[in-house]
Structures are given as structure tokens and as C-alpha cells.
């Protein structure tokens, strides 16, 4: 069973940078890739991004964030970031953390963190 902690959410008013934090319970470089998705209220989870085992080499994003977003991952600390800049209105939402198989489609994530609250103000 692997936890997952997200960390980092807040309120930021659009245009600003908030950087998100997920650790894991224990190692899962080799196993899973690691990623984030998003649900604002009233609507479906939304896929943010995702980035498999071995760091760098593949990376996906959700066409809403792309140019915006950057995620990244540090092996060592079991940790997967979500730097998010240029924020906007709509990118208000719980953000969760995931974990599963590449490339990390909603339906074949095994373990998801508990969320945490992002609010973009005007």
C-alpha cells in the first residue's frame, strides 16, 4: 500500500505560482509513475500531468496546463512537484496526487493521495 501526501495548496491570486508537493510512503521510482489530477466542483477528475519512473524522460500534460505547468520528480526523496504558473480562474480545483502505471490514465491509477485545495482569485 503506498501513501501519497500532497502538500503545498493555497489561495493565489491569477497570474501567480503556487508549487505542489506529493511525497510517497516509500519508494516507487521503479514501479509506478507519479502525476497529478485535478477536480473542481460539479465536474470530472481532469488529468494535470504525469511523469514516469526514470525522471525526465517522459513527461505528459493535460492540454488545459500545457506551457503552464511543469511537474518533476526526485527519486531520493520519493517526491513528485507541480510547479504551476500563470495561473488562472479556472485552474481552481482539489488537486490529487497519483500513482500507477505510465502513462497514468485515470482509470488505471492504484493509489491516490487525499487532495489538496488550490483557489485562484481574481
Known amino acids: 500500500q503506498v501513501r501519497l501526501a500532497e502538500s503545498g495548496g493555497g489561495l493565489v491570486q491569477a497570474g501567480g505560482s503556487l508549487r505542489l508537493s506529493c511525497a510517497a510512503s516509500e519508494r516507487t521510482s521503479s514501479r509506478y509513475a507519479l502525476g497529478w489530477f485535478r477536480q473542481a466542483p460539479g465536474k470530472e477528475r481532469e488529468f494535470v500531468g504525469g511523469?514516469?519512473?526514470?525522471?525526465?524522460?517522459?513527461?505528459r500534460y493535460g492540454d488545459s496546463v500545457k506551457g503552464r505547468f511543469t511537474i518533476s520528480r526526485d527519486n531520493a526523496k520519493n517526491t513528485v512537484y507541480l510547479q504551476m504558473s500563470d495561473l488562472k480562474l479556472e485552474d481552481t480545483a482539489v488537486y490529487y496526487c497519483a500513482a500507477g502505471p505510465w502513462p497514468l490514465y485515470r482509470v488505471t491509477v492504484n493509489y491516490w493521495g487525499q487532495g489538496t485545495q488550490v483557489t485562484v482569485s481574481s
Open positions: 511523469i514516469n519512473w526514470s525522471g525526465g524522460s517522459r513527461v
